[in-house]
């Protein structure tokens, strides 16, 4: 099997079946603050289940990750959503696999634009955070609770991410 996994641009299309892209794309949904402001309103579908638990805000400061990137590790959180959105302007990686019967199948890779975050799916493998360049600055909305919230599948051989 082909080890390499090619990086395509993030779109809204091609990561549906893992999350929503979440950017200020297209008009807003309704103008605030007396007209000076866009609201792009409930763009995220925030799902946490479990006793106790709830959303909450955290904030992530990641080392930069240089391509190729060595991809040996994909994790998912049964419990709830995790959304991630940069405090900077900058492109990050994002690592996604579909679902196959309860291990995480061939990996796909995205590169976001600035300005794009994104919201993962309850259950869905994904890589680690992987930003592009520094600071890797994040806010993080997920499941805040008691529960096992994170699985974590090691691959026998890693796979090598790539720009095209």
């Not at 200020?24 to 605030?32: C, E, M, Q, R, T």
């Not at 990750?65 to 060595?70: I, T």
Request: with cysteine; glycine share 10%.
């Amino acid at each position: 099997m082909d080890r390499t996994i090619i990086a395509e641009p993030l779109t809204a299309a091609a990561f549906a079946p893992f999350g929503e892209v979440l950017e200020a794309s297209g008009s807003p949904d309704k103008l605030i603050n007396q007209g000076l402001c866009g609201r792009f309103h409930d763009r995220a579908t925030l799902d946490f289940t479990g006793e106790d638990g709830k959303a909450g805000i955290s904030l992530f400061l990641s080392q930069k990750r240089d391509l190729p990137y060595r991809l040996d590790m994909v994790e998912r959180h049964p419990l709830g959503s995790q959304a991630f959105l940069p405090m900077t302007a900058e492109p990050f990686l994002v690592i996604v696999a579909p679902d196959e019967a309860g291990k995480p199948g061939r990996p796909l890779a995205f590169v976001t634009a600035p300005g794009q975050g994104i919201n993962f799916h309850r259950n869905t493998w994904h890589g680690v955070l992987t930003p592009l360049s520094d600071p890797g600055l994040f806010a993080v909305i997920d499941r805040i609770g008691p529960g096992d919230n994170l699985e974590e599948i090691w691959f026998e051989e890693p796979f090598e991410v790539v720009l095209r």
